[in-house]
Structure formats: structure tokens, C-alpha cells
């Protein structure tokens, strides 16, 4: 009996041992290819970061200056003052960065490489666990070098927060149809909420 079990169990174990090098060595992979995106966008960003610029920076940039030196959400426009002309969560992120860091905007650049990095991730997450794509790995690895993401990592503009926002209440919404856990709808609700107040778009879900 022993021997006749024996090959079964080695044949099983073998199995399950190829399965968990396969996935160490896909997550292996997969932190190499976030490291190098890092790498790629810090490149872009200190070598092209500066020249990047729109008009609703300035504006962004005006509102984090007022709230960092004078406590105040607000720009001038026209001669008047005007407090709600944008949704305050990017200017009160630049504003936090201004307190903490001075008036180089490298650092909020270098958060937005971040939250271009966290997009990509919970693109993976949600293609994983909850589509079960067989072609998550290979979405993932192509986010992580879209020129898209790479190119907002530098504007100070509200692309790379709102992504994340917008795919963090997703995730969350996604997670609470499987768990039905209060806390997944909550934070679906906070992130799609500070989405809401980062660009001025309204959107109805179901």
C-alpha cells in the first residue's frame, strides 16, 4: 500500500511545487518590471518634467500656494477672489507637498510616479482575481511601460491621482461583490468619493 501511495503523493507534490515556482518566478518578474518602469519614468520625468506645462497647472499650482501660505482655497480671477473654480483634492495634495517639501515640484512628480506604479498593480489585481484573465501578467507588464503613464507622471495635472482613485474604488467594489464585507463597500465609496472631488466629472453607478 505504501509503495502503490507513495508515487501518487511525490507526483502531487511535484505538481504543486512547479505551480509555486511558476507564481514566484511571474512575481519575480513582475518586480523587475515595476522597478524598471520606476526607473524609466524618474528618467523621463527629471530629464523632461519641467517643460511640461498646461494652463490648469498654473491654476492648480495657484490654489496649493493659497492654502499653504495663507490657509485660504482660493485663486484670484479677474480682480475677485474665487474659491470653488476647481475640485480641491489635487491642489490640497500640491498644497501638502508645498508644506512639506518647498516649491519643488519634483516631489509631486515623483508621487505620481508612484500612483502610476499603484495603477498598474491593482490593473493586475483586478485582471487576477477577479476577471481571471489568463493575460494579467502580460496587461500589467504593458501598463507599466504605456506611454501614456509614463507622460502624465510629469504635468501637474490630475491624471495619475484620479486613475488611482477611480481604479482603488473599483477594486474595492469588485472585492465586496465576492466578500460582501461593509468595509470593501466603504472604501469603494471613499475612493470613488475623493475620485468625485479630484476631476469634475459626474458619474452614476449602478
Do not use: C
Not at 479677474?78 to 512639506?100: D, S, T
Amino acid at each position: 500500500a505504501y509503495k502503490k501511495e507513495g508515487p501518487k503523493w511525490r507526483i502531487q507534490k511535484k505538481g504543486g511545487g512547479d505551480a509555486s515556482k511558476a507564481v514566484s518566478k511571474k512575481g519575480k518578474l513582475l518586480i523587475i518590471l515595476f522597478l524598471l518602469s520606476f526607473i524609466v519614468k524618474l528618467v523621463f520625468v527629471v530629464n523632461y518634467g519641467g517643460g511640461v506645462k498646461y494652463p490648469d497647472s498654473e491654476l492648480y499650482l495657484e490654489y496649493a500656494k493659497n492654502v499653504a501660505e495663507n490657509g485660504e482655497y482660493s485663486v484670484v480671477r479677474m480682480g475677485q477672489k474665487v474659491r470653488a473654480f476647481r475640485p480641491p483634492v489635487y491642489p490640497l495634495f500640491l498644497a501638502f507637498n508645498r508644506i512639506i517639501f518647498g516649491k519643488n515640484l519634483f516631489y509631486p512628480r515623483l508621487f505620481q510616479i508612484i500612483f502610476s506604479l499603484l495603477i498598474s498593480y491593482l490593473i493586475y489585481l483586478i485582471l487576477e482575481y477577479h476577471i481571471k484573465s489568463k493575460y494579467s501578467f502580460y496587461i500589467a507588464a504593458f501598463s507599466l511601460f504605456y506611454p501614456t503613464l509614463i507622460y502624465y507622471t510629469a504635468p501637474i495635472l490630475t491624471e495619475m491621482i484620479f486613475g488611482l482613485l477611480l481604479l482603488a474604488g473599483f477594486y474595492f467594489y469588485l472585492n465586496y461583490r465576492v466578500s460582501k464585507s461593509k468595509m470593501d463597500i466603504i472604501l469603494s465609496g471613499f475612493f470613488w468619493g475623493l475620485a468625485g472631488l479630484t476631476k469634475s466629472f459626474i458619474f452614476f453607478l449602478p
